[in-house]
């Protein structure tokens, strides 16, 4: 699938950009972001709403930069019998994403963060 995040490349630069790509961002569907390598407390990303902060942001010739930090749930996966009326519980989960929009297209390219 490909991702953009055109209305937040239109925002770069005015007073709106952060919230621009925060409500942005968060429509992206979970599935398409890399949050499964970022768990640590669970073993596998839930199907909930996740909340982004951005972090850091930096202009380059053909694209922004962006560090995100996501904060979303996560549950253990496969610990529950099919008799078992007890409901599988979230764990929050954080993350830091790098965040890249070309200025061409919109595209964006988003890869789990360095450890820093």
Known sequence: MSL????TLAAWGTPDFAATFKREFEALPAACLPLQQGLAYSSMVADEAFHALLIGTQELPDELALRVGVMYAGIIAGCNCADDPTPP???????????RIRRADGGVQVKPAPDV
């Open 4 to 7: 953009s995040l055109n209305a």
């Open 89 to 99: 519980v979230t764990q929050t989960e954080y993350c830091v994403l790098d965040v």
